[in-house]
């Protein structure tokens, strides 16, 4: 770390040991931190920073960020830098690609007296679990949507979050209805209020909501005896 002794001179506190026990706890910090000077070379990176950015000692001081990560030149990321020295304010870009570490970046920059420090950590992993989940939510739309049954997910105020499209079609609706009130309209009139019952009493007790009760099919008005059934779904302290 010889070679980043010039940054941590503008830094010292004068006091040799607390000097040492910070320049530890930086080194040792989750996040990457770069320190890059006014003419874009880095003088200043942490372990972590080392290790997911692939830098060398012979790249302190010497190399330029668009010389080392020319791939970076031309993004928004870059133009986030060059953003900042202008402005001197802080920016944050969330989610940058970088295509040959094959990795996600969050990364935040802010000003300084003589560049820029960069503290940005890997998502990777994160990013990887969202693009997961999304195919994981596309492939269950498409089963419900198949599905010769009238399927609906509502969150515990009553608001339907999600109906395939044979129920939106019986209810005569193109869209998800916005809030429970207007989804119990879809209600034989007599039957609204032992529907809004069962539904607070499942909602308060975690009970299964099972029912069964008229829905008014909007193609001609027809009042048809439906058999409803959901069961709660609970996130990981328990709550539905």
């Known amino acids: 770390?010889?070679?980043?002794?010039?940054?941590?001179?503008?830094?010292?506190?004068g006091n040799a040991p607390l000097d040492a026990a910070l320049r530890h706890v930086v080194d040792g910090l989750p996040d990457a931190?770069?320190?890059?000077?006014?003419?874009?070379?880095?003088?200043?990176?942490?372990?972590?920073?080392?290790?997911?950015?692939?830098?060398?000692?012979?790249?302190?001081?010497?190399?330029?960020?668009?010389?080392?990560?020319?791939?970076i030149v031309g993004t928004h990321l870059e133009r986030a830098y060059r953003e900042v020295v202008a402005t001197r304010t802080e920016r944050a870009v969330d989610a940058f690609y970088y295509e040959p570490f094959k990795t996600w970046f969050d990364v935040r920059i802010?000003?300084?007296?003589?560049?820029?420090?960069?503290?940005y950590r890997d998502v990777t992993a994160r990013h990887l679990k969202e693009d997961e989940l999304r195919a994981s939510e596309q492939?269950?739309?498409?089963?419900?949507?198949?599905?010769?049954?009238?399927?609906?997910?509502?969150?515990?105020?009553?608001?339907?979050?999600y109906a395939n499209q044979r129920f939106l079609e019986y209810i005569g609706k193109d869209f998800v209805p916005e809030d429970g009130t207007e989804y119990l309209q879809c209600f034989f009139e007599e039957d609204r209020e032992r529907?809004?019952?069962?539904?607070?009493?499942?909602?308060?007790?975690?009970?299964?909501?099972?029912?069964d009760a008229r829905l008014v099919r909007a193609s001609?008005?027809?009042?048809?005896?439906?058999h409803l059934r959901a069961l709660p779904v609970r996130d990981d302290t328990g709550a539905i």
Do not use: C, F
């Open 1 to 13: 770390m010889a070679d980043n002794a010039a940054v941590w001179s503008a830094e010292k506190t």
């Open 33 to 71: 931190l770069l320190l890059l000077d006014e003419d874009w070379r880095i003088l200043y990176a942490n372990q972590t920073a080392r290790r997911i950015s692939h830098i060398q000692p012979e790249n302190l001081n010497r190399e330029t960020l668009w010389e080392l990560y020319p791939k």
């Open 110 to 119: 802010q000003p300084m007296d003589y560049g820029v420090a960069v503290h």
């Open 139 to 161: 492939r269950y739309r498409v089963l419900a949507e198949l599905n010769p049954q009238a399927l609906w997910t509502a969150d515990v105020q009553g608001r339907v979050l």
């Open 195 to 211: 529907v809004l019952l069962i539904w607070s009493h499942s909602v308060a007790t975690g009970e299964d909501y099972v029912i």
């Open 220 to 226: 001609d008005g027809a009042v048809r005896w439906w």
